[in-house]
């Protein structure tokens, strides 16, 4: 039974261009959360999807920031336009449950997006 | 505005001792909290919760206490061991929150 599988690990662009990082859920979690962190710095929510549908995206910056969770395959975190203030790693959770209470959110290993 | 906070960024104890890291919390809605141990270049994962129904959980040598009224919850390790150095991550979630909401972490070292 696999984890939450993020990939690529690392991903370096350069400045300009798009960068797409994947996230395939556990098995049997139809709920998936990205989280940014920054360097010296913690685990920022960015947006919350569930199965063709937004549920929550208040942490994701109004401009190039896009994310979807489609009905078959991996849930996708798009950044257009990269900048050097996105590198970052961007980590994914999945859970079973509508909200994360009561139960954990399972973490992917991350993407280290590398800007240059 | 921060609503969980981790205010010692980093923690250096002897192996063998006790172990304790702390988080506040601002938001009164939060019902549920968790830890989360995090080594370099992995993700997070999953150590311990409680329920704002209960004040204490434990589970080895993990020991998660809640006071609701200070809005405060701390991790104890016992007896710690240089395995446990990693990040440490206190999160909330609960009300409107559909996610889970991060302190910034704390670094645990622990020396043999």
């Known amino acids: 039974n696999a984890g939450v599988m993020q990939n690529p690990r690392h991903l370096v662009r350069r400045r300009g261009q798009e960068a797409r990082l994947r996230c395939s859920p556990m098995?049997?979690?139809?709920?998936v959360y990205w989280y940014r962190q920054l360097p010296e710095e913690g685990l920022k929510f960015m947006v919350y999807l569930q199965k063709e549908n937004i549920i929550d995206e208040s942490g994701m910056p109004k401009e190039r920031f896009s994310a979807e969770f489609p009905k078959e395959g991996p849930s996708i975190l798009r950044i257009q336009q990269v900048v050097r203030g996105d590198s970052a790693a961007y980590f994914c959770?999945?859970?079973?449950?509508?909200?994360?209470?009561?139960?954990?959110?399972?973490f992917g290993q991350g993407t280290r997006l590398t800007v240059v | 505005d921060q609503q969980v906070k981790q205010n010692s960024p980093s923690l250096s104890v002897q192996e063998g001792r006790i172990s304790i890291l702390n988080c506040d919390y601002t938001n009164s809605m939060f019902d549920y909290f968790l830890w989360y141990k995090k080594y370099p270049a992995e993700g997070p994962t999953f150590l311990i919760s409680?329920?704002?129904?209960?004040d204490k959980n434990e589970d080895g040598r993990f020991t998660v206490f809640l006071n609701k009224s200070a809005k405060h919850l701390s991790l104890h390790i016992v007896p710690s061991q240089p395995g446990d150095s990693a990040v440490y991550f206190c999160?909330?979630?609960?009300?409107?929150?559909?996610?889970?909401?991060f302190g910034k972490g704390t670094k645990l070292s622990v020396k043999p």
């Open positions: 999160a909330a979630s609960g009300g409107s929150q559909g996610n889970l909401i």
């Open positions: 098995k049997g979690h139809s709920h």
């Open positions: 959770a999945s859970s079973p449950l509508y909200k994360t209470g009561n139960t954990e959110a399972f």
């Open positions: 409680i329920s704002s129904i209960k």
